[in-house]
């Protein structure tokens, strides 16, 4: 990595560090006024209904903090340094750190001196201050973001007439590529591991949101592209479903050019923008094709000039009645 590149990563890590920095503070400083069990888990209405020792509470924070640091830094790693979206992806996670810094030092100030864990409640300023934390680390993040000198976007150019590919009458051909995302395989991974963590501290009850939301990640982390008699279709490597397909039909024209995702598209995954939508897990190369009804839609794939050249020969044919 160059020297722009870890300083992104290690201003999208900074926060998280901070916040386990103050958490494990405030918890040797009380860690005598402490219970040996801790209320860990509040209601709504701020009543405490789940309860852990002080040694599996300290784990649980530092596996989260840290699960989140190294999920900010892998997105740092493979975002695009030519783009200046990625200042809210920081933004965010300084708030995400903020909000889980201060919760997390709400719990040991509530539990202070407490006899019965069950009798430990949160006052609702509390969540509120936390709120606003986050918000003042989001800005915070954000004027960090600005000071990397990221290089200027690059402008988008007329891609000019598309290429094609040669093909016999009769002759069949097909293309396809898988699409890998290193950030939601990554973040997969991360997921997996904070899911064995919370299940090792907290049991099932806990562990199923990280699960459930780690296993759509890997599932979809290595989408499947191809291009043959039925047009463009982009699927899930190991599933059928979700599948999203563009016939030849509706193929005006394709192109392969490069995509900047956050500032192109709001941000990774399957993006619907004004007059375009994409399949776009990393920035990169990518099929762009123009449908019949003047909208485009993208999904980022290594050799995209082959699989664009073949569609708009397969569309003409189409076109053409052969």
């Excluded at 990595?1 to 890590?13: G, Q, T």
């Excluded at 209405?45 to 300290?58: I, K, P």
């Excluded at 989260?64 to 996670?93: F, H, K, P």
């Excluded at 598209?265 to 776009?280: C, E, F, H, I, T």
């Amino acid at each position: 990595m160059n020297r722009v590149r870890y300083r992104l990563v290690a201003v999208s890590v900074l926060p998280f560090l901070l916040a386990l920095a103050v958490d494990l503070t405030v918890f040797a400083l009380l860690r005598d006024r402490l219970p040996s069990r801790l209320a860990s888990h509040f209601t709504a209405g701020g009543s405490s209904d789940s309860t852990e020792s002080r040694a599996s509470y300290l784990v649980f924070v530092i596996v989260l903090n840290a699960g989140l640091a190294v999920l900010c830094s892998v997105v740092a790693m493979t975002a695009d340094l030519a783009v200046r979206g990625g200042q809210w992806m920081i933004g965010a996670g300084y708030a995400v750190a903020g909000l889980v810094g201060c919760l997390s030092v709400a719990v040991l100030i509530d539990n202070a001196d407490a006899v019965d864990p069950a009798g430990v409640s949160m006052p609702p300023w509390q969540p509120a201050v936390a709120a606003c934390v986050a918000v003042l680390a989001a800005v915070l993040g954000r004027l960090l973001a600005r000071t990397l000198p990221l290089p200027a976007p690059v402008p988008s150019r007329d891609p000019g007439e598309p290429e094609r590919i040669d093909l016999a009458e009769g002759e069949v051909a097909g293309w396809m590529r898988r699409a890998p995302s290193r950030v939601l395989l990554w973040a997969g991974v991360a997921l997996v591991a904070a899911t064995i963590g919370v299940l090792y501290m907290a049991g099932w009850s806990r562990a199923l949101l990280p699960l459930m939301i780690a296993l759509p990640c890997l599932a979809l982390s290595c989408p499947y592209v191809t291009v043959d008699r039925h047009g463009l279709t982009a699927r899930p490597t190991v599933l059928p479903w979700p599948r999203i397909r563009v016939p030849l039909s509706d193929v005006d024209r394709a192109v392969s050019r490069e995509v900047k995702v956050p500032s192109e598209y709001g941000g990774w995954g399957y993006r619907v923008r004004p007059g375009k939508s994409g399949l776009v897990l990393r920035s990169g190369e990518a099929i762009v094709v123009r449908r019949r009804s003047g909208r485009e839609f993208a999904v980022t794939v290594d050799d995209s000039a082959t699989g664009a050249a073949l569609l708009n020969t397969l569309a003409d044919r189409e076109a053409s009645g052969r």
